[in-house]
Structures are given as structure tokens and as C-alpha cells.
């Protein structure tokens, strides 16, 4: 099993910035990648980043380009999520994501990222 703890979420005006943060623990032996999806009201759970563990590849969803940067800490586990230049329609709860080797998926329980207009 692997235990993801998020932070990082709150409350930002338009055009602000902020970082969430996701601890990885347990299990973490075989990490294929870590990244972030996002889920807002009404809608269904959508892709927001990703990088591999291995190498540091990262992936973007084209909402996200430009605008947030995902990094990782391999000693302490951890991924991040640089959000700049946010919008109000980044409005959504933020989860985390980690992937095993064999695709097995785990989710943190989600932080909430509202951003006023």
C-alpha cells in the first residue's frame, strides 16, 4: 500500500500563485511516475500533470501549460505543483497521484484550490 498526504491548496485571487505539495509513504519501492488531476464541481476528474520518476520527464495537460511546473524530490518521495498565473476556472480539488510499476494507482484524499475573480 502507499500513503499519499497533499497540501498546499487554499484560497487565491486571480493571477496568484500556489504550490501543492504531495508526500508519497509506504510502499514506494517501484515508483512509474507520480502527477496531479484535478476535479471541479460538475465535472469529471481531468489530467493536470505528470512526471517519471525515473529520467524526470514530465507531462502537461494543455490547461496547464505555461502556467504550472510539476518537480519531484525522489529522497523525500514527494511531488510538486508549481501553479502560477492561476484563473478562476483552476477552481477544483486537486488530487494526487502515484503510479506503480503494473499500473496500480493510489490517490490522495484531495486539496481544495479556489481562485476568486
Known amino acids: 500500500q502507499v500513503q499519499l498526504v497533499e497540501s498546499g491548496g487554499g484560497l487565491v485571487q486571480a493571477g496568484g500563485s500556489l504550490r501543492l505539495s504531495c508526500a508519497a509513504s509506504?510502499?514506494?519501492?517501484?515508483?512509474?511516475?507520480m502527477g496531479w488531476y484535478r476535479q471541479a464541481p460538475g465535472k469529471e476528474r481531468e489530467f493536470v500533470a505528470r512526471i517519471m520518476w525515473s529520467g524526470g520527464s514530465t507531462y502537461n495537460a494543455d490547461s496547464a501549460k505555461g502556467r504550472f511546473t510539476i518537480s519531484r524530490d525522489n529522497a523525500k518521495n514527494t511531488v510538486y505543483l508549481q501553479m502560477n498565473g492561476l484563473k478562476p476556472e483552476d477552481t477544483a480539488i486537486y488530487y494526487c497521484?502515484?503510479?506503480?510499476?503494473?499500473?496500480?494507482?493510489?490517490w490522495g484524499q484531495g486539496t481544495q484550490v479556489t481562485v476568486s475573480s
Open positions: 497521484n502515484y503510479r506503480g510499476y503494473g499500473a496500480t494507482d493510489y
Open positions: 509506504g510502499r514506494t519501492f517501484s515508483t512509474l511516475a
